[in-house]
């Protein structure tokens, strides 16, 4: 008896408009999961008309203006050569440098591939690619391709055949995604002829509208999500909001008409997430630690350079021997780290800090176990070996913003450090400020107002230094806590 295949289902909660999230699951298993929320606009895929502020040799790089609060930046090989502003010169002086290349005032179209994050702007790119629900057209590109996820060589001389065969102006890349395997000629056709007009006006608009300005916005979280991720896998797509509901509905009938049926409005007043025993997974995304199975856990601490995972024991139990016991956990860790950086949708370098393992065919395994288990994942990996301390390096190509990007804001008591200085330490501060500010001519009165903390420090445990203020500068020191104080607030009034 063969083992009946468990099928995808999609969950879209968007009862509440300031904040959409969308979850793929299969057999109760959370396996995908995006949220946007109404504050955190993604900008990811817009195009705009920019204009070029500033150009940077020394980092052979430009700053665009693209209409957001900060300006983009423009790699050099992110330029593409419709854009050189030297044409008639010499390659060999347009290779020499991005000042060479473009210049200030010049206007181009641009397209954000990473979001702006803390203090960095948005990252650009003059390659515009528009993705559709099998293929990915490529203004200016010049080469044709299949996604590396289509593995079946039959599969993908057919689709490569089809793409041939396809009226398609010299002047356009394409790529067939992965949801184009085993689609018809028709299929594919009609998609194609839908980006080649959507370029078209983008174009248009683009020659004609003032810079900077917003040519082409990507469409709605739900709609993404199925162009994205619906495949002939997917059982029921559910939704709780009767709009998102017409709209996807809508969107269905266009691309597969046939699946339109399995778009169902949900209406239990149970909310969806929870009748579907997924909102303590989704909780888990948020989490610094995540607990595994065997009494483990990893932890995981995203910072600006890279993505720090530690892999720890915990109570997990002991088997055989440590290094029994190690191997174990490192697998388990490695199937759930895979696993975390899709539904968190980490990006950029990440270092596992895997338990050491003293087999080198431990090791092997570990890795490969790694590989295996992000396969299914969208976004590109490139996965490392583990080193003689035990880290594994890998990268992984950022798709969207994390979860966290508009959800959480940084802390404002330890401005995202994780940690806040001690009572002791901002009385030190306080009394070095206050021997500062005494030192004013015709002051006979003080009055400091700083957190309850430091203040209850001060008192009890620096009395004798505010005595010493008093006496060597002949006034008198009051101190006021204030508990609505943040951790380094504070005020000095003198009289």
Not at 174 to 197: H, M, N, P
Not at 351 to 369: G, L, P, S
Request: a positive charge; hydrophobic letters at 35%; aromatic letters at 6%.
């Amino acid at each position: 008896m063969t083992q009946k295949k468990e099928r995808l289902k999609i969950l879209i909660n968007a009862v509440d408009p300031e904040e959409c999230r969308i979850a793929l699951v299969k057999g109760g298993h959370l396996e995908n999961f995006s949220i946007e929320a109404a504050a955190g606009e993604i900008t990811r895929g817009n195009i705009y008309k920019g204009v070029v502020t500033r150009v940077e040799p020394s980092l052979q790089a430009a700053f665009v203006d693209y209409g957001a609060e900060k300006n983009g930046f423009l790699q050099q090989h992110e330029i593409h050569s419709d854009y050189y502003a030297a044409k008639s010169s010499s390659n060999k002086r347009a290779a020499s440098g991005i000042q060479y290349l473009i210049e200030r005032g010049q206007e181009l179209l641009v397209q954000v591939t990473k979001e702006p994050l803390a203090h960095k702007g948005a990252m650009l790119t003059t390659y515009i690619s528009l993705p559709g629900r099998y293929t990915v057209l490529m203004p200016g590109g010049k080469t044709s391709g299949v996604s590396r996820k289509i593995e079946d060589e039959k599969e993908r001389r057919r689709l490569k055949d089809i793409m041939d065969s396809l009226e398609i102006p010299e002047s356009f890349g394409t790529i067939v995604r992965t949801a184009g395997e085993l689609q018809k000629k028709r299929e594919i056709s009609k998609d194609i002829r839908y980006l080649l007009r959507l370029w078209k006006n983008i174009k248009k608009q683009g020659i004609s509208g003032p810079a900077p300005c917003l040519l082409y916005k990507e469409r709605h979280l739900a709609i993404r999500a199925i162009r994205d991720h619906f495949t002939s896998d997917v059982s029921t797509i559910l939704i709780d909001d009767k709009n998102v509901y017409r709209d996807v509905k809508d969107f269905m009938r266009i691309i597969s008409p046939r699946h339109a049926k399995i778009v169902k409005p949900y209406k239990d007043p149970e909310p969806i997430f929870t009748k579907n025993r997924i909102e303590d997974q989704i909780g888990s995304i948020f989490a610094g630690r995540v607990h595994l199975k065997s009494g483990g856990h990893i932890v995981i601490n995203p910072t600006e350079a890279l993505v720090a995972i530690d892999v720890n024991s915990g109570k997990a139990r002991r088997k055989t021997s440590m290094e029994a016991t190690a191997y174990a956990i490192n697998m388990e860790a490695a199937a759930e780290t895979a696993r975390q950086l899709r539904l968190r949708d980490l990006g950029g370098l990440v270092v596992i800090d895997f338990i050491d393992m003293r087999e080198r065919k431990h090791n092997t395994a570990v890795e490969k176990a790694m590989r295996d288990h992000t396969k299914i994942d969208k976004a590109r990996i490139d996965i490392g070996k583990i080193s003689k301390f035990g880290l594994m390096e890998l990268t992984r190509q950022r798709i969207a913003a994390s979860v966290e990007y508009g959800s959480f804001i940084p802390c404002p008591h330890c401005q995202g450090k994780g940690l806040v200085p001690s009572a002791e330490r901002l009385a030190l501060e306080f009394l070095r400020r206050l021997r500062s500010e005494t030192l004013k001519e015709n002051i006979t009165q003080v009055k400091g107002i700083i957190p309850s903390n430091v203040a209850y420090y001060l008192l009890n445990k620096k009395r004798k230094e505010i005595v010493d203020v008093e006496m060597s500068r002949n006034l008198t020191v009051t101190i006021e806590g204030d508990p609505a104080m943040q951790p380094g607030e504070s005020r000095i009034i003198c009289e």
